[in-house]
């Protein structure tokens, strides 16, 4: 089936009770284009290939479907229909050109082996010149434009991490001098420096591990937010956001040791003083 | 000893956590300024580069969008019709087709390119020509078409004013067994709206017609290019030509930008504006827990000061001086590191196929400076309400009494 | 005693502190008069709401019943930022842990109330140097807290509440932190603020204070029970 994308002059005549000699032929409607024209299944709809009208066939609605989501289109409305193809080559042909009867604009292959794709390509050019193929692969040149989309979203999310780091290593020398005293306190009763050491590796660990595990589950939250919002923005039902397991393991595998390490650096001048001086008020 | 006096010196006593704190607020605060500029900068700079080209008014056939459009038929007649107009001052008249460059000897660096072919020689700011001159005001017959190539295509082939090049033009919808044509380079140029993949070559209205074995309809043009007399202005303008030929599309630019900000760009502002409010509660949420710490460490200097009579204005007016410091100087501190992650931004997403070289998704405005100046005071002083709020209500006698104890 | 209004007179003062296991009654229908100049000691074992009571002069604290009179006027009818004010340039308040910016110089921390007060700056740089040289320490005004000794903080905090020139100075154990030679010289200073006209009441265990004192009161369970 191809998607009609040609100027539309729409009429949704009365419900099915009209009878008409000869069934009608079927024709599905976006969601979008049915909202709009306030149409329903089973309603007859008149549908014209040119803008004033010429050449306008009746087709009986069949069903609403929700389109395919394109991220190359988000933005465009999804105003479209879809017709069985010889009943919208019968619209468009022109009387002129016989061959217009038998023109497509795209054909879309589906592989049995879909490793086969670059040479199904090659060959494709070679037996039919004119013809323009694109492999449904993502381009590895870097020419993908998600390539590049995650290229920045991984720049803004280094940029955040370097960001959330300063602030961290700031708190964790605050927490490390607010504890000044009590490790002055157990240096003097003669825990040594490796034990103080490990207690503040593990407390890094478990604050880390807490604060990673709730980032993620942050992290899913505004996930729904945000792609419930741009699919309101959009009317479209695209996946923004995903977090992945992938995702949330990079993340926590990222964070987790930043936080120990934060942890350590926060406390290192001070495992490094002497007793008297961490004591001393 | 004034609020600001105080606050300096509690920021500075610990040297090493106010630098911390300092850098976290000016990385954040970075990444926030770049957001802001993101959110307009594509249209900024859009709206530049369809100004350089020097015509503020388009005219397109009626069916198709701004950017891919259906041939205007009688494009010659419609030309003179509009540059007859009192509130028109110059037209020219544009045709684009695919193409491929073939160096003569050297198949192997033959390029796909898109030839374009104008009446105008320069086509205002459209290329700047870096070597070589720009195309001649007539060309013999019998002559080699005269091109204009980009840069990037004079690299890639290593083509010099005067270098010999065929060009063999592609013929959308069917197969196509047009020969090439041999053209001389006249120049070398700096394509306006050539993306990062793409080559662009630019010739004669009669070296397009060349390129297509003329004559192939030569009345046709993809675009017609309005450029308004100063005294009438591109609305004034559009409007005419709207009024003598109403079966074609006029744009102004504003209106294309306009067009364009509703669909292509959306998806930028939008990103801009949840990256944006994500990083200021970043924001808050850091300079609101370094403060209320902060806070918390000094409880008993705070009882202190309340028990030797400051009242809690001072107090509350300490800690907004506390977190201005911090908020204040990291944002100074933002503006030349957000320069910095703006170019490497600007960089990544400028790779995007399609995208004009010249195109650029940050563009700094004075707006922007202040509107995040102002985003960064908010915020500071939000962040700073509730550790004020907590040093402002702390019970003195009780919070002397813990800090004995403790 | 003194003819003149007393500088603060609590009657019957009771301070309750709610509690989860309970109200705890600090301070039960205490009564207590300080005169213009006069030196009082509050002594007792700890938790008999000495500290308490104190607090309740200095304005620092409210009472759940009876009534606080600070030279004349009803505290428990004033604003918070009427009390503020009392504590600013009526009293001076000396803690047991000195409580000292860590950031501002000894100078600057004798100067900061002046400032808070309105002192001009020409009246600000005389009267600190006033007090800097009036408890020794006049070769150290450029030192930190860090930088000085628990008894040199304690005299430095003495000079900042002496800083408004206050009529009553409150001590909340001022040698609780020092040795007993020390505590000795901040017994030798409270004399001579003493001599100089300041009422001092402080709450004390060290006897050697507490005999400078004029009066001394003793207190138990919340009560006064003697002086």
Same mark, same amino acid.
């Given at each position: 089936?191809?998607?009609?994308?040609?100027?539309?002059?729409?009429?949704a005549?009365?419900?099915a009770?009209?009878?008409?000699?000869?069934?009608?032929?079927?024709?599905?409607?976006?969601?979008?284009?049915?909202e709009?024209?306030?149409?329903?299944?089973?309603?007859?709809?008149?549908?014209?290939?040119?803008?004033?009208?010429?050449?306008?066939?009746q087709?009986?609605?069949?069903?609403?479907?929700?389109?395919?989501?394109?991220?190359?289109?988000?933005?465009?409305?999804?105003?479209?229909?879809?017709?069985?193809?010889?009943?919208?080559?019968?619209?468009?042909?022109t009387?002129?050109?016989p061959?217009?009867?038998?023109?497509?604009?795209?054909?879309n292959?589906?592989?049995v082996?879909?490793k086969?794709?670059e040479?199904?390509?090659?060959?494709?050019?070679?037996?039919?010149?004119?013809?323009?193929?694109?492999?449904t692969?993502?381009?590895?040149d870097?020419?993908?434009?998600?390539?590049?989309?995650?290229?920045?979203?991984?720049?803004?999310?280094i940029?955040?991490?370097?960001?959330?780091?300063?602030?961290?290593?700031?708190?964790?020398?605050?927490?490390a001098?607010?504890?000044?005293?009590?490790?002055?306190?157990?240096?003097?009763?003669?825990?040594?420096?490796?034990?103080?050491?490990?207690?503040?590796?593990?407390?890094?660990?478990?604050?880390?591990?807490a604060?990673?595990?709730?980032g993620?589950?942050?992290a899913?939250?505004?996930?729904?937010?945000?792609?419930?919002?741009?699919?309101?923005?959009?009317?479209?039902?695209?996946?923004f956001?995903?977090?992945?397991?992938?995702?949330?393991?990079?993340?926590i595998?990222?964070?987790?040791?930043?936080?120990?390490?934060?942890?350590?650096v926060?406390?290192?001048?001070?495992?490094?003083?002497d007793?008297?001086s961490?004591v001393?008020? | 000893? #004034?609020?600001?006096s +105080?606050?300096w010196?509690?920021?500075?006593?610990?040297?090493?956590r106010?630098?911390?704190?300092?850098?976290?607020?000016?990385?954040? /605060?970075?990444?926030?300024?770049?957001?802001?500029?993101? #959110?307009?900068?594509?249209?900024? #700079?859009?709206?530049?580069?369809?100004?350089?080209? &020097?015509?503020?008014?388009?005219?397109l056939?009626n069916?198709?969008?701004?950017?891919?459009?259906?041939?205007?038929?009688?494009?010659?007649?419609?030309?003179?019709?509009?540059?007859?107009?009192? #509130?028109?001052?110059?037209?020219?008249?544009?045709?684009?087709?695919?193409?491929?460059?073939?160096?003569?000897?050297?198949?192997?660096?033959?390029?796909?390119?898109?030839?374009?072919g104008?009446?105008?020689?320069?086509?205002?700011?459209?290329?700047?020509?870096v070597k070589?001159?720009?195309?001649?005001?007539?060309?013999?017959?019998?002559?080699?078409?005269p091109?204009?190539?980009?840069?990037?295509?004079?690299?890639?082939?290593?083509?010099?004013?005067?270098?010999p090049?065929?060009?063999?033009?592609?013929?959308?919808?069917?197969?196509?067994?047009?020969?090439?044509?041999?053209?001389?380079?006249?120049?070398?140029?700096?394509?306006?709206?050539?993306?990062a993949?793409?080559?662009?070559?630019?010739?004669?209205?009669?070296?397009f017609?060349?390129a297509?074995?003329?004559?192939?309809?030569?009345d046709?043009?993809?675009?017609?290019?309005?450029?308004?007399?100063?005294?009438?202005?591109?609305?004034?303008a559009?409007?005419?030509?709207?009024?003598?030929?109403?079966?074609v599309?006029?744009?102004s630019?504003?209106?294309?930008?306009?067009?364009f900000?509703?669909r292509?760009?959306?998806?930028?502002r939008?990103?801009?504006v949840?990256l944006?409010?994500?990083?200021?509660?970043?924001?808050?949420?850091?300079?609101?827990?370094l403060?209320?710490m902060?806070v918390?460490?000094?409880?008993?200097?705070?009882?202190?000061?309340?028990? +030797?009579?400051?009242?809690?204005?001072?107090?509350?007016?300490?800690l907004?001086?506390?977190?201005?410091?911090?908020?204040?100087?990291?944002?100074?501190?933002?503006?030349?590191?957000? &320069?910095?992650l703006a170019?490497v931004?600007?960089?990544?997403?400028?790779?995007?196929? /399609?995208?004009?070289?010249?195109?650029?998704?940050?563009?700094?405005?004075?707006?922007?400076?202040v +509107?995040?100046?102002?985003?960064?005071?908010?915020?500071?002083?939000?962040?700073? +309400?509730?550790?004020?709020?907590?040093?402002?209500?702390?019970?003195?006698?009780?919070?002397?009494?813990?800090?004995?104890?403790? | 005693?003194?003819?003149?209004?007393?500088?603060? *007179?609590?009657?019957?003062?009771?301070?309750?502190?709610?509690?989860?296991?309970?109200?705890?009654?600090?301070?039960?229908?205490?009564?207590?008069?300080?005169?213009?100049?006069?030196?009082?000691?509050?002594?007792?074992p700890?938790?008999?709401?000495?500290?308490?009571?104190?607090?309740?002069?200095?304005?620092?604290?409210?009472?759940?019943?009876g009534?606080?009179?600070?030279?004349?006027?009803e505290?428990?009818?004033?604003?918070?930022s009427?009390?503020s004010?009392?504590?600013?340039?009526?009293?001076?308040?000396?803690?047991?842990?000195?409580?000292?910016?860590?950031?501002?110089?000894?100078?600057?921390? %004798?100067e900061?109330?002046?400032? *808070?007060?309105?002192?001009?700056?020409?009246? $600000?740089?005389?009267?600190?140097r006033?007090?800097l040289?009036?408890?020794?320490?006049?070769?150290?005004?450029?030192?930190?807290?860090?930088q000085?000794?628990?008894?040199?903080?304690?005299?430095?905090?003495i000079?900042r509440?002496l800083?408004?020139r206050?009529?009553?100075?409150?001590?909340?154990?001022?040698?609780?932190?020092?040795?007993?030679a020390?505590g000795?010289? %901040?017994?030798?200073l409270?004399?001579?603020?003493h001599?100089?006209?300041?009422? %001092?009441?402080?709450?004390?265990?060290?006897?050697?204070?507490?005999?400078?004192a004029? $009066?001394?009161?003793?207190?138990?369970?919340?009560?006064?029970?003697?002086?």
């Amino acid at each position: 089936m191809v998607m009609a994308a040609f100027a539309v002059a729409l009429a949704a005549a009365a419900a099915a009770g009209s009878s008409s000699p000869a069934p009608l032929p079927e024709i599905l409607l976006s969601r979008q284009l049915a909202e709009q024209a306030s149409v329903r299944p089973g309603e007859t709809v008149t549908i014209a290939a040119a803008a004033n009208g010429a050449g306008a066939k009746q087709f009986r609605v069949a069903g609403i479907y929700e389109p395919t989501p394109d991220p190359m289109r988000f933005t465009s409305r999804r105003i479209e229909a879809r017709l069985h193809l010889p009943d919208l080559l019968a619209m468009t042909a022109t009387p002129e050109d016989p061959s217009s009867i038998e023109a497509v604009k795209a054909i879309n292959v589906k592989l049995v082996d879909p490793k086969e794709a670059e040479a199904f390509d090659a060959a494709l050019t070679a037996r039919v010149p004119g013809t323009f193929s694109r492999l449904t692969a993502r381009a590895q040149d870097g020419s993908d434009p998600f390539a590049v989309l995650e290229r920045f979203h991984l720049a803004v999310a280094i940029v955040t991490v370097i960001g959330s780091t300063a602030f961290l290593l700031a708190l964790m020398v605050m927490r490390a001098e607010e504890r000044r005293e009590i490790i002055g306190i157990v240096r003097l009763i003669g825990v040594s420096q490796r034990f103080v050491l490990l207690v503040v590796l593990a407390e890094g660990l478990l604050i880390a591990a807490a604060g990673a595990g709730f980032g993620v589950l942050v992290a899913k939250a505004a996930e729904g937010s945000v792609n419930r919002f741009f699919q309101w923005r959009y009317d479209t039902t695209l996946v923004f956001v995903r977090v992945t397991a992938r995702i949330a393991l990079q993340s926590i595998a990222l964070a987790v040791p930043l936080g120990i390490l934060a942890g350590v650096v926060g406390s290192w001048t001070l495992l490094r003083r002497d007793i008297v001086s961490l004591v001393r008020r | 000893m #004034s609020a600001w006096s +105080l606050a300096w010196r509690t920021v500075v006593h610990n040297p090493a956590r106010a630098c911390l704190a300092i850098g976290g607020v000016a990385v954040i /605060g970075a990444l926030l300024f770049n957001m802001l500029l993101l #959110s307009r900068g594509l249209l900024v #700079s859009f709206r530049d580069l369809l100004d350089t080209a &020097g015509y503020d008014v388009r005219v397109l056939a009626n069916e198709g969008s701004p950017i891919h459009r259906a041939p205007l038929a009688g494009a010659p007649s419609l030309a003179g019709e509009i540059e007859r107009l009192p #509130s028109v001052r110059r037209v020219a008249l544009i045709r684009s087709d695919d193409a491929l460059a073939l160096p003569p000897g050297r198949d192997a660096d033959a390029a796909s390119v898109t030839l374009i072919g104008s009446t105008e020689r320069q086509l205002g700011g459209a290329w700047d020509i870096v070597k070589g001159s720009t195309l001649p005001a007539e060309v013999h017959p019998g002559e080699p078409v005269p091109l204009v190539v980009s840069t990037k295509l004079a690299a890639r082939q290593r083509l010099e004013p005067g270098s010999p090049l065929r060009i063999r033009v592609n013929l959308a919808g069917g197969a196509s067994v047009l020969p090439s044509v041999d053209c001389r380079v006249v120049g070398i140029g700096s394509f306006t709206f050539e993306s990062a993949y793409d080559y662009t070559v630019a010739t004669t209205m009669a070296g397009f017609a060349a390129a297509h074995g003329a004559p192939d309809g030569k009345d046709e043009a993809d675009l017609v290019l309005v450029a308004s007399a100063p005294d009438a202005g591109p609305e004034a303008a559009a409007k005419a030509i709207a009024a003598l030929r109403p079966d074609v599309r006029v744009y102004s630019n504003a209106q294309v930008v306009d067009q364009f900000n509703a669909r292509a760009f959306s998806y930028f502002r939008q990103i801009s504006v949840v990256l944006s409010t994500i990083t200021l509660a970043f924001a808050f949420l850091l300079v609101a827990t370094l403060l209320t710490m902060s806070v918390n460490q000094r409880l008993g200097e705070v009882a202190a000061l309340r028990a +030797l009579g400051f009242p809690r204005r001072r107090i509350a007016a300490n800690l907004l001086c506390e977190s201005a410091l911090l908020v204040g100087v990291g944002g100074v501190a933002a503006l030349p590191l957000g &320069g910095v992650l703006a170019i490497v931004l600007d960089r990544i997403l400028r790779a995007m196929p /399609g995208v004009p070289e010249r195109l650029h998704f940050f563009v700094f405005e004075m707006d922007t400076v202040v +509107l995040h100046a102002a985003l960064l005071t908010a915020t500071g002083i939000l962040a700073a +309400l509730y550790p004020i709020w907590l040093a402002a209500r702390l019970p003195i006698a009780a919070t002397l009494r813990k800090e004995i104890v403790s | 005693m003194s003819a003149a209004a007393p500088i603060v *007179e609590g009657r019957d003062l009771t301070r309750v502190f709610p509690m989860p296991a309970g109200d705890v009654t600090a301070l039960g229908h205490v009564s207590i008069r300080i005169e213009p100049g006069e030196h009082v000691a509050i002594t007792g074992p700890s938790g008999c709401g000495k500290s308490t009571l104190l607090h309740l002069l200095g304005c620092v604290d409210q009472a759940t019943g009876g009534t606080l009179l600070f030279e004349g006027r009803e505290v428990g009818a004033l604003s918070e930022s009427d009390r503020s004010r009392i504590r600013l340039t009526r009293i001076g308040f000396v803690f047991q842990r000195f409580f000292l910016l860590p950031m501002l110089t000894a100078w600057e921390n %004798i100067e900061l109330p002046q400032a *808070e007060a309105g002192a001009s700056k020409s009246e $600000r740089r005389a009267r600190t140097r006033e007090l800097l040289e009036y408890v020794g320490l006049t070769e150290r005004m450029d030192h930190r807290p860090s930088q000085l000794s628990g008894g040199e903080m304690q005299r430095v905090a003495i000079a900042r509440a002496l800083a408004n020139r206050p009529p009553l100075l409150l001590a909340d154990e001022p040698t609780g932190e020092l040795d007993e030679a020390t505590g000795e010289q %901040i017994a030798d200073l409270f004399d001579r603020v003493h001599a100089d006209g300041t009422a %001092i009441v402080v709450v004390t265990h060290n006897p050697v204070v507490a005999a400078r004192a004029q $009066r001394r009161l003793a207190m138990k369970s919340g009560s006064v029970v003697s002086g």
